[in-house]
């Protein structure tokens, strides 16, 4: 008898490794299937972008691109209803483009759903809609929670809005070393507009902040790293490279600073 339930119990304790192993399987197959689907809606709606700014919104031609869209990622919430991208696309459908069926209740709910799961890109979204589309304090509130979420994830357009809510003091504290810090973070990401403003303070004069002199100094010599003191950054040159990364992004007013600082360079050097 004893021998029995010794057995029975053996058998439960190796059975139970191999279904949370079936679980976890499962779980990344329907994971990977509704990535899957994502990027095909995703490739379709990039096709919409692409020549919707030359076509009417309305334009029959977009439907099937932009039906094939929702449906592949109806379908891809259908497969993982926890996958956050999923319904942050949907949303999107639902708020911005002419699909037939779109309901901007449905597109609001989805990407609130989004951003409380902690999609940063729903999250980023949704405060601006509630900065922009709502007058009240309450939404003010709201939408500077979500930016802060999407913040932590290092967002850049988030990083780059609250830098600039922190530069003009809007609704906070104006803190020019904390909007460098913003914009500092959203340019490594590639953001050119981050880049244009970091730059453009660092020419005006604005005192670098130490968690960041601290940041540059990683990357420079051996010498500047063993040394006592705080390594000499220019300015300029700093200025230069973030106008580097705004040109290096497509940004055309990234190359209009970069030819009017050597043109101010050959000034200074004829002189």
């Not at 779980?27 to 990977?32: A, D, E, F, M, T």
């Not at 490739?43 to 094939?68: F, G, N, Q, T, W």
């Not at 922190?166 to 904390?178: F, H, M, N, P, Q």
């Amino acid at each position: 008898m004893l021998r029995l339930l010794f057995t029975n119990s053996t058998l439960k304790c190796s059975a139970l490794p191999l279904l949370q192993f079936n679980q976890q399987r499962e779980l990344h197959s329907r994971n990977k299937k509704a990535m899957e689907l994502i990027a095909k809606g995703w490739s379709a709606l990039k096709e919409v972008d692409r020549v919707i700014d030359y076509s009417d919104l309305k334009d029959h031609r977009l439907i099937p691109l932009l039906r094939a869209a929702k449906e592949n990622f109806e379908l891809a919430l259908e497969a993982d209803n926890s996958n956050t991208h999923a319904r942050y696309w949907l949303s999107k459908l639902h708020l911005k483009y002419h699909v037939p069926g779109a309901c901007k209740a449905i597109g609001a709910a989805l990407l609130v759903e989004a951003a409380d799961m902690g999609d940063p890109d729903a999250q980023y979204e949704l405060g601006c809609r509630l900065r922009v589309e709502n007058n009240h304090v309450q939404s003010d509130q709201q939408a500077f929670y979500y930016l802060e979420k999407a913040v932590d994830q290092l967002h850049p357009g988030a990083l780059y809005l609250l830098g600039a809510v922190y530069l003009t003091g809007d609704c906070v504290r104006k803190d020019i070393a904390s909007a460098l810090w913003c914009f500092h973070r959203a340019s490594e990401k590639g953001h050119s507009g981050a880049a244009i403003a970091y730059g453009s303070l660092l020419l005006r004069g604005a005192q670098v902040p130490e968690s960041l002199m601290k940041f540059g100094s990683r990357s420079s010599s051996a010498k500047a790293r063993n040394s006592a003191e705080s390594p000499v950054m220019d300015p300029v040159e700093m200025a230069k490279k973030q106008f580097q990364i705004a040109a290096t992004a497509g940004c055309d007013l990234g190359l209009k600073w970069l030819d009017r600082l050597e043109e101010e360079e050959k000034r200074l050097l004829a002189g």
